[in-house]
């Protein structure tokens, strides 16, 4: 694991970051899958080109034509056709004109020899660009005295073999201070010439006949001493900065006319907009583009995607407004596409409900071909256990999980010997129903045609609401003449991060369900219930109750389609097992409520956006869970430990507001004595998980923390929920 260290200084004048060498090294090295190989880059032609699969391309525009060695790095450069970049070099800032040599009436040609790096700068005060090179390994400060180095050459068989004088490079300084740093070698001159004589002074170009030498000596030429002081940087960064801008806005075009978004829209707009003058003006020009997006690719890309990148366009205009208007479409479509995959088709139910006249779900109506009569009244009761995630979330949620694989593994459990969240659901002989929980919240409808979307977010029985809906339940012919009444509670403190609101949906669609006599499976329900969260302005995956509706620790993988499949897999753990996780595992309330449905948004949004960062951390996450299960069954509870320490620093990539200083200290006072710990779904608070290394470790632990004035918490008594 990497560890990154960050430094804020307004007095910080220099910065570096390592060698050349060490560059390199670690983009291609055992960690360069931390480094994308290609970002923001033009390559049109790469069938005629010759680009090695270890180069490192980056902010540049390839020409056919072009050769690039194993292990170099390209970044932010223009390469024309007919030139060749050797292995392990690095080009940085080169822009290098697709144009002839008119002297030799031949197309331009240069050779970066392996193990060179090359970048150009622009100077102050003037027009002149310089061209600057050296070898990979040279070290400006050794002295030639001390076996200094130019472009990987010792300094007397470069002066040798060029015909350079001392003094042509070194006019008053003292033969000990002689080195590449104070070198006058790199000569000012028009572009064309300069590369002829880079190839030349680095010993690449067939120059025989003096007329080099001759050119260079005639040359005003500066040192890397002088060119340090002499660098314009304003206008080197403004260079970057519009030739980044230039390409995302041809990557971005690209995108909207010709492919399937698949790239973050977003982030090439902030570059876009980075140019100096005619930035804004290019993104009103997307936006212009944008009716044309659903027509051609209707059958490819989401809804949701579509109206996101509208989203992002606005506000890269600042059109807050209508930004913030099309943001809600953004999410209704997220929840149409989600009911398509269960194949659950209330869209037009929806509708028709906003409008007054409720008609049955299609899955409904094959289901209630023949009504069956009922014996009332009738009373059903479910109570569920709380589930804890040990890795895997995120991939269950859509639209992740609507267009790519997702793995979970997690655990249902018992609170305090019971199970803490349930309903009873009661027909009464009057008509209507009754809602009430157990924050003595109630609530009457008499006319169940009021019961439609869009729900109050503050409303406390849009769950239920919602469950009625998507069950159909409201519509059955045999409750026409009756009522229902219908109680819920969860005995976890709110904001527990243990999956409480979605198996307390569970708990209500299954009572409603057995109430009808209809389908009250767990895969059913499971399906409902990730219909009902996108229904109430929520979201979430299936993670949760698939975590309270299966029992035990189960790894559960879901693939996307029409309808969306799940795989439940109950993991057949050792007695070993299960007394050592329940001696070692502390589950924790931290006292720090949280929200899941704002980190919710802002992952989901950025998967619209297809942030690079977020694909592969869930994809990890994704992974670990296989790997977690393998674990467990292996009955190797220190991998575990290993397992959840990555889980957590990939939730932190995902949202860094995911922890806050009361949790950090937690886990650092909880940390010698743990080989792992994590927050409990989205996190930001609510429970934790802290595994301890052994079970002295755990009793040690929980007696600290209860007798501990500086932490507010509960460690909470849980075992297995298994089945009854």
Known sequence: MIKFVKLCTDELLFLHFGTSSEVLDHLSGTDSGLVGRRHLCSIPATTSSDIAASAVVLSSKISPEVSIGEDSMIYDSSISSGIQIGSLCIVLGMNIPGTFDNALKN???????????????????????????????????TSVLKDGTFCGRPWKKVLCDLHIQETDLWESTGVSEQCLWNARIFPVVPYIEMLHLASWLMGSGDYKNGTMLQLWRSSPRVSLEVLHRSIDFQKMCLGSSNHQAELAAGIARACINFGLLGRNLFQLCEEVMQMEASGAEICKDFLALCPSLQVHNSKMVPKSRVYQVKVDLLRTCNDERIADELEVKVWAAVADETASAVRYGFKEDLLDASRGTLTLPHKITQLRASPKKQNFPRTVKVELPVRVDFVGGWSDTPPWSLERAGCVLNMAICLEDSLPIGAIINTSTSSGVSISDDATNELFIQDLTSIAPPFENDDPFRLVKCALLVTGVIHDKNLQDMGLEIK?????PRGSGLGTSSILAAAVVKGLLQIVDEDDGNENVARLVLVLEQLMGTGGGWQDQIGGLYPGIKFTS???????????????????????????????????????????????????????LLVSSIKRLAELAKLGREALMNTDIDELGIILMEAWRLHQELDPFCSNESVDQLFDFAEPYCCGYKLVGAGGGGFALLLAKDSDSAVELRQLLKDSSEFDVKVYNWSIFSEP
Request: proline letters at 8%.
């Open 107 to 141: 197309p331009l040609k240069f050779m970066l020899p392996d193990r060179h790096c090359i970048w150009e700068v622009p100077l102050a005060d003037c027009s002149d660009r310089v061209i600057v090179y050296c070898g990979l390994h040279d070290n400006p400060k």
């Open 488 to 492: 819920t509670w969860a005995n976890v």
């Open 558 to 612: 879901s693939f996307p389609g029409i309808p969306l499949r799940l795989q439940v897999v109950p993991l057949l753990i050792s007695p070993e097992l299960k007394v050592q996780l329940q001696q070692r595992l502390l589950v924790v309330f931290t006292g720090q409520v949280r929200l899941a449905r704002k980190v919710l948004q802002k992952v989901v949004t950025r998967y619209l956006r297809r942030d690079n």
